[in-house]
């Protein structure tokens, strides 16, 4: 099925089912322990062996030897692999740095060997008995240094310019230029990296933990050097993802050479300290902000320039998407420029772009409401507009900011907002407020599905979609329920296993609409083949278990009476993402309280308020945008990968060091979806929700913090050794 | 976070416990058995060790000798205030914290913690306490070795001492 033209009525509209704020159906697996993740494949894999992966311990160089006898020797050891012995192995489209590293070293815990055995305490304590020559070379890892070295990067859209920016920005009255920083974060999934691979001949089954199921089949076989249709790859359940595993990582890659070279089945799990450094993180950014306007705020002149690096052949984090299509302004430029740094390899976190740009943006937006004396929510509307500005021809195809941000001060009841600064006090606490939009661009992209409907009136439905906590199982039944007018409990959903139809996969928030938009495509074909089979014309009504056209009322299960019926379609997309630009929108309130004395900071309480398309489970798009809003906590105050700019590696590689937000900080969270739908983004009218709830979170509190203290941090996170030395003087009151 | 008193060029790690920084401001001791049953007490001021040349042995007991009890000498009265500073609201090391006793008159002790390879007290610098506070901290902090990433805790320690004396002050 081709979605060419805007949505017209179609059966998802009854909203009998989709729309609801239902119950995960794969919770109760999940709140018993018996779904199975990628590590637990007990009931269908037989004495698998244990593998543990050895990470590289310096950054850059290559291995001079690696002296393996000690670790053979030692129990219960079954194998050891290394790229010595591994024979020729590729590199996977998605990955930058090879997987199994060796002679060259690419960057510090690239994996080096997996040393096979029959427990994993026996393979850890082998692995530890590897000794290794290095011959390191002095590597770059520092982006502030090499910020100059940078260079535009060959692909994607480097850069774009409208009007004339800088005479535009030399003849603004209000003028901003500021540059601020975000680090280098990392995904911190619950679930580590994990695989358990076996043979079955020359065919590869695979269960790992990942959100893309075709582009692993795709990855794991140009690794190894074997054809697609000799992968088997499965990941039904997933612990968390956050694009840390939108791609095939070294487990997957080390569990197949351990399995191969061990004649057995092996797992492999990365150790939460080699996760940080061996896999991919988000990278730093440098990114300047230039803001020209009107004394009545009118923007007339917007430049966003982002520094970042990676490994060489690798990609820009793409931090000024957002302000190509936030505001409104006639003069207008956006630069990447990326420069090669030795880390582990930069990739997609959660929102990629976005995510990092609106924490800069969003700040930049809070100092130029300022400098006009204008409150920043209204300073947004002002700026508003309802066509991409870089191409005033293409409209929004629902753009509803600016209700966000009126309905959401209203709620949030920012009308108390002191206008100035370090003027609001609750006893040991200094107060204040902070907004900022959200903003994610909504991808569409093809997914397909396979529908069956058994003689019981069963509805299962396959696709290679995956559930990384979203809750795509539940949507997808929602949406097979609708299509079928079948209750809920009469549908069955089966994801995450290559033997089904390549779906959009979860990703860049593109999964919910995309995914269940092939699920459409799959039912469309499937109510055709059931009115066929009952005699019934094409556009009967399905509802309630049954099938009705004039006078006409069969059960829908009398269509499979004589055996099941199968349908199989895809989505794909015409041009209606080019000629409309399709985004998500939101707004974020925040009100935070800095200790007064000490400067740490505690958010108080947090609204966020959604513009996305139709919500097709408010109960699971919620969770989508709290965790996301709890990410951009973390963002905000505290996540920072700390480079060692000699070893070049992240020293805090772990989850003490590395401080996600706990329970203790993150208050009751409010959010509210904007009740619409958009024609334009497919038969759902549903957009993207996961990644939108992060953009901006970090950035209105960071204005909070601004407003609470009167200090202006533009380096995250924002933490109290940034505020210290400019807080208030304390009041040293007299002994009462 | 790093240390900034009592380091040497071998070490710069900062004890990161609490408790022993609310022990040592209440004169606790502890009660030990060595491997061959015998017994000593050893007061907390004098368990842990600073790093100097030799980083690896953290405290003065002997190998194979266990901690088997924690003695404390009568309350010393007083408001007792253990204020604790760190980014994330749980779940993490105190980037400075202040074990405080303090009288009635304005008196009294503190112990630092997150500053030091050990809890970190001079019974003789917090005579201050009643007339200058800053002046006890001052004194703990004179030998302060910083760096750009942690100069900000001899500011952070006056001010966690200014808000442990008003807090005590409010539950007196």
């Not at chain 1, 060959?154 to 230029?177: H, I, M, Y």
């Not at chain 1, 009476?561 to 349908?567: C, D, F, P, W, Y």
């Not at chain 2, 002046?135 to 001492?161: G, Y």
């Amino acid at each position: 099925m081709k979605f060419d033209r805007p949505a017209t009525k179609n059966p998802i509209d009854r909203l009998a089912v989709v729309g609801h704020p239902v119950d995960r159906i794969d919770g109760p697996l999940k709140t018993t322990g018996t779904a199975r993740y990628a590590y637990e494949h007990h009931d269908a894999v037989a004495r698998p062996a244990y593998g543990y992966v050895l990470g590289a311990g310096i950054a850059k160089g290559s291995i001079h030897s690696m002296d393996l006898a000690a670790a053979k020797a030692a129990p219960g050891v079954l194998a050891i692999v290394t790229a010595d012995n591994a024979g020729p192995l590729g590199k996977g489209d998605k990955n930058t740095a090879t997987l199994l590293g060796g002679p060259t070293i690419e960057h510090y815990h690239q994996a080096i060997a997996l040393v096979v055995a029959e427990t994993f305490e026996q393979a850890r304590w082998a692995a530890r008995r590897i000794r290794v020559d290095y011959g390191p070379v002095d590597g770059t890892f520092d982006l502030a240094r090499a910020k100059e070295s940078a260079s535009k990067p060959a692909s994607g859209k480097p850069d774009t310019a409208v009007g004339e920016f800088g005479n535009a920005f030399a003849a603004a009255p209000v003028q901003l230029d500021a540059t601020y920083t975000t680090p280098d974060q990392s995904h911190a999934m619950m679930e580590p990296h994990a695989s358990t691979a076996l043979w079955d001949g020359d065919t590869l089954v695979i269960w790992t933990s990942n959100q893309m199921v075709a582009w692993g089949v795709a990855d794991v076989a140009k690794t190894l050097g074997i054809p697609k249709e000799k992968v088997h790859l499965m990941s039904p359940f997933i612990g968390g993802g956050f694009g840390g595993k939108l791609f095939v990582r070294a487990d997957a890659v080390l569990a197949a050479l351990g399995a191969r070279a061990a004649k057995r089945p092996v797992k492999v799990a990365l150790p939460r300290p080699l996760m940080f450094n061996n896999t991919t993180h988000r990278p730093a950014t440098i990114q300047r902000i230039r803001i020209g306007a009107t004394r009545e705020g009118r923007i007339t002149a917007i430049a966003h320039e982002s520094w970042s690096g990676d490994l060489p052949g690798g990609k820009p984090e793409t931090a000024v998407d957002q302000t190509r299509l936030l505001y409104a302004g006639a003069n207008r430029m956006t630069a990447m420029r990326l420069a090669v740094l030795d880390l582990a390899e930069a990739n997609a976190m959660r929102a990629p772009g976005e995510a990092p740009g609106m924490m800069a943006l969003e700040i930049a937006i809070d100092e130029m409401a300022e400098k006009l004396g204008i409150d920043p929510v209204q300073f947004r509307i002002a700026n508003d507009t309802q066509v991409d500005p870089e191409h005033p021809e293409r409209p929004f195809s629902k753009r509803r900011l600016v209700d966000c941000l009126a309905i959401g001060a209203e709620k949030f009841g920012w009308k108390a907002r002191n206008p100035h600064p370090a003027g609001t006090r609750d006893g040991r606490w200094l107060v204040g407020f902070g907004v900022a939009a959200a903003f994610r661009n909504n991808l569409v992209t093809r997914s397909g599905a396979r529908v069956r409907l058994g003689k019981d009136g069963v509805v299962t439905v396959e696709t290679d979609m995956t559930d990384i906590g979203t809750g795509s199982y539940t949507i997808i039944a929602q949406t097979a329920a609708e299509m079928m007018g079948v209750p809920l409990h009469r549908v069955v959903v089966r994801l995450g296993d290559s033997d089904y139809p390549v779906s959009s996969g979860s990703g860049g928030q593109w999964g919910g609409n995309s995914s269940t938009a092939g699920v459409y495509a799959a039912c469309t074909k499937l109510r055709e083949a059931v009115a066929t089979k009952l005699g019934l014309p094409p556009d009967a009504d399905f509802a309630d278990g049954r099938v009705r056209a004039g006078s006409r009322d069969v059960a829908v299960a009398d269509a499979a009476r004589n055996g099941e019926l199968v349908a199989e379609d895809h989505m794909e997309y015409g041009d209606l993402d080019k000629r409309y630009q399709q985004s998500t929108f939101g707004a974020h309130f925040v009100e935070v309280r800095v200790d007064a004395a000490t400067g740490e900071t505690r958010v108080k309480r947090m609204l966020a308020v959604c513009a996305a398309g139709r919500i097709l489970n408010p109960k699971t798009a919620r969770s989508q945008v709290i965790g996301a809003m709890t990410m951009g906590v973390g963002a905000a105050l505290s996540e920072h990968l700390v480079v060692d700019r000699y070893a070049g590696f992240f020293v805090n590689h772990d989850l003490a060091g590395y401080e996600v937000p706990v329970h203790a900080d993150i208050p009751h969270l409010d959010v509210v979806f904007l009740d619409e739908t958009d024609p334009m983004s497919s038969p759902m009218k549903a957009k993207g929700v996961a990644e939108l709830g992060i953009c901006g979170v970090a950035a209105a509190i960071a204005n909070a913090i601004h407003h609470a203290t009167g200090v202006r941090v533009r380096d995250y996170p924002v933490t109290l050794d940034k505020l210290i030395d400019r807080l208030p003087l304390l009041a040293r009151e007299e002994e009462s | 976070m790093h240390a900034i008193v009592g380091t040497s060029d071998a070490c710069i790690a900062a004890h990161p416990s609490d408790m022993a920084v609310a022990m040592r401001v209440l004169d606790a001791e502890v009660e030990t058995m060595r491997a061959d049953g015998s017994t000593r007490r050893i007061a907390l001021a004098d368990l842990h060790r600073l790093p100097g040349a030799t980083p690896h042995l953290e405290t003065t007991l002997d190998a194979g000798e266990l901690i088997t009890a924690v003695v404390l000498p009568s309350p010393p009265g007083g408001t007792h205030v253990y204020r604790k500073v760190r980014d994330r609201a749980s779940y993490a090391f105190a980037l400075v914290s202040v074990a405080l006793v303090r009288q009635a008159d304005g008196s009294g002790r503190v112990a630092l913690g997150g500053v030091a390879p050990k809890p970190w007290r001079d019974e003789d610098a917090e005579k201050a306490l009643s007339s200058d506070p800053h002046v006890v901290i001052d004194r703990l902090l004179k030998d302060a070795r910083t760096s750009p990433d942690n100069a900000f805790k001899t500011v952070l320690a006056r001010r966690t001492l200014d808000a442990a004396i008003a807090e005590a002050r409010i539950v007196r």
